[in-house]
């Protein structure tokens, strides 16, 4: 799967078009497994590959359902198990059990924000486990910025970005 391949899937999972030009941006466009569930497998496949390398024994993602179903994917794919992080009313946890010492994959379709980024890590952290690596399918200025020693694999990077896929 090439970068024009990346970009067509992208555009039929509902990210605009224009959202994949120009400088990198945090303010990007949704992308929905529900639009190309064919796509979205593809997509989530090429993730897990890019992160295998790091051998991680949990994958960790927002509650929404167009992540859970790429996390859903990326676990598969590697043989382990997904969580989700539920905000109770400002209280953040995981949805099912987390392993003693569990090397997590962070996984969403963009971290826009990051928020997102260090509650989901300092989660993790406080169950035992450590973050290995990041799986996002956008790159963006806050995955750039907040990823600290974990690996990251975008696999699309708007031109000019600093941190293309990996």
């Given at each position: 799967?090439?970068?024009?391949?990346?970009?067509?899937?992208?555009?039929?999972?509902?990210?605009?078009?224009?959202?994949?030009?120009?400088?990198?941006?945090?303010?990007?466009?949704?992308?929905?497994?529900?639009?190309?569930?064919?796509?979205?497998?593809?997509?989530?496949?090429?993730?897990?590959?890019?992160?295998?390398?790091?051998?991680?024994?949990?994958?960790?993602?927002?509650?929404?359902?167009?992540?859970?179903?790429?996390?859903?994917?990326?676990?598969?794919?590697?043989?382990?198990?997904?969580?989700?992080?539920?905000?109770?009313?400002?209280?953040?946890?995981?949805?099912?059990?987390?392993?003693?010492?569990?090397?997590?994959?962070?996984?969403?379709?963009?971290?826009?924000?990051?928020?997102?980024?260090?509650?989901?890590?300092a989660l993790t952290e406080q169950h035992g486990g450590h973050v290995v690596a990041f799986a996002a399918l956008m790159s963006t200025p806050a995955l750039?910025?907040?990823?600290?020693?974990?690996?990251?694999?975008?696999?699309?990077?708007?031109?000019?970005?600093?941190?293309?896929?990996?």
């Amino acid at each position: 799967m090439n970068d024009l391949d990346v970009r067509r899937l992208l555009i039929a999972g509902g990210v605009p078009q224009d959202h994949l030009v120009g400088p990198p941006s945090n303010d990007l466009g949704n992308y929905c497994s529900l639009f190309d569930p064919g796509g979205a497998e593809a997509l989530g496949q090429r993730l897990a590959e890019g992160v295998r390398p790091h051998q991680p024994t949990l994958v960790v993602t927002w509650e929404d359902l167009e992540n859970s179903v790429l996390a859903h994917i990326v676990a598969r794919e590697l043989g382990v198990n997904a969580l989700r992080v539920v905000d109770a009313s400002g209280v953040l946890d995981f949805d099912g059990a987390f392993g003693d010492a569990d090397r997590a994959v962070l996984v969403s379709d963009a971290f826009r924000t990051d928020f997102a980024i260090n509650a989901m890590r300092a989660l993790t952290e406080q169950h035992g486990g450590h973050v290995v690596a990041f799986a996002a399918l956008m790159s963006t200025p806050a995955l750039s910025d907040a990823t600290g020693d974990a690996a990251v694999t975008a696999l699309w990077a708007t031109p000019g970005d600093e941190n293309p896929t990996s």
